[in-house]
T-cell receptor
């Protein structure tokens, strides 16, 4: 089945530093990838839609200069949390649709990255 | 606005059947998904409904009524490993996924 690989799974960083999270589609090409954030006991919140070869589309309220997204190839998207602060501590998850828009395949999620900023 | 409603928490007994409901109000509709999410893990795909009716997949079934803006996920022969959160999500007219807050299902022996 379709697999989305995400790493690191956990990262602890100091306040003010930057963290890069990678998301790879292993057995399919993903022209679009989605980045979510999930706080404890809350639903998934879409942060941005990553488009291969073009600029990402950010949701309202998400700072594009703070959450840098790069989708340089059909199998790799990265999210960089710049100048991280404790309030950025969260569970970050990427996803992609392996069916190239066919929803019957569902949206496959990466394993998530637990970011803790101290 | 767009809204997905599902119960916050449900409790059921091992071996029993449980139905998790989801109602939605969205700008357009291009399908409804159910996902399972264990604590600390990413969601995993369970089902996709775009037409009215019941879709059965082993112990799990999902039902959709577009006219009522309603879906349910039915879990049969509950096992302890089914303890998880179950997320309902709707694909709106812009093909954006709108997520419910999830239903935490607790299975008791």
């Amino acid at each position: 089945g379709a697999v989305v690989s995400q790493h690191p799974s956990r990262v602890i960083c100091k306040s003010g530093t930057s963290v890069k999270i990678e998301c790879r589609s292993l057995d399919f090409q993903a022209t679009t990838m989605f980045w979510y954030r999930q706080f404890p006991k809350q639903s998934l919140m879409l942060m941005a839609t990553s488009n291969e070869g073009s600029k990402a589309t950010y949701e309202q309220g998400v700072e594009k200069d703070k959450f840098l997204i790069n989708h340089a190839s059909l199998t790799l998207s990265t999210l960089t949390v710049t100048s991280a602060h404790p309030e950025d501590s969260s569970f970050y998850i990427c996803s992609a649709n392996p069916g190239q828009g066919d929803s019957n395949y569902g949206y496959t999620f990466g394993s998530g990255t637990r970011l803790t900023v101290v | 606005g767009q809204n997905i409603d599902q119960p916050t928490e449900m409790t059921a007994t091992e071996g029993a059947i449980v139905q998790i409901n989801c109602t939605y109000q969205t700008s357009g509709f291009n399908g409804l998904f159910w996902y399972q999410q264990h604590a600390g893990e990413a969601p995993t795909f369970l089902s996709y409904n775009v037409l009215d009716g019941l879709e059965e997949k082993g112990r799990f079934s999902s039902f959709l009524s577009r006219s009522k803006g309603y879906s349910y996920l039915l879990l049969k022969e509950l096992q302890m490993k089914d303890s998880a959160s179950y997320l309902c999500a709707v694909l709106d007219s812009n093909y954006q996924l709108i997520w419910g807050a999830g239903t935490k299902l607790i299975i008791k022996p």
